[in-house]
Nanobody
């Protein structure tokens, strides 16, 4: 089992930027598609971004495409989410996911979850 620890959340003004990190430990994660989900108050957890093990292919939800960038450093067992041009509707708890697969036309996590990091976009 992979253990995931997110960091980098916080309070930022609209239009600002944050970079989230997800550090993995335990079983090697280098062959897994990793990614991020988020959950806003009163809403279901939703897919944000995914990156395959090589880093060559990335996937984004329509709501963040062009503003967020996912990357990974397998040597450091870390996945990143660079978030630019943040909007109030990006406010949520962001969760790192260890083993994403496309299932039934949508991304699902078949591995571990991190504990989550709060991102609040407000003036």
């Amino acid at each position: 089992q992979v253990q995931l620890v997110e960091s980098g959340g916080g309070l930022v003004q609209p239009g600002g930027s944050l970079r989230l990190s997800c550090a993995a430990s335990g079983r090697t994660f280098s062959r897994s598609t990793m990614g991020w989900f988020r959950q806003a108050p009163g809403k279901e957890r939703e897919f944000v971004a995914a990156i395959v093990w090589s880093g060559y292919n990335t996937y984004y939800s329509d709501s963040v495409k062009g503003r967020f960038t996912i990357s990974r450093d397998n040597a450091k067992n870390t996945v990143y989410l660079q978030m630019n041009s943040l909007k109030p509707e990006d406010t949520a708890v962001y969760y790192c996911a260890a083993d994403l697969r496309m299932y039934g036309g949508s991304w699902s996590n078949f591995g571990s979850w991190g504990q989550g990091t709060q991102v609040t976009v407000s003036s």
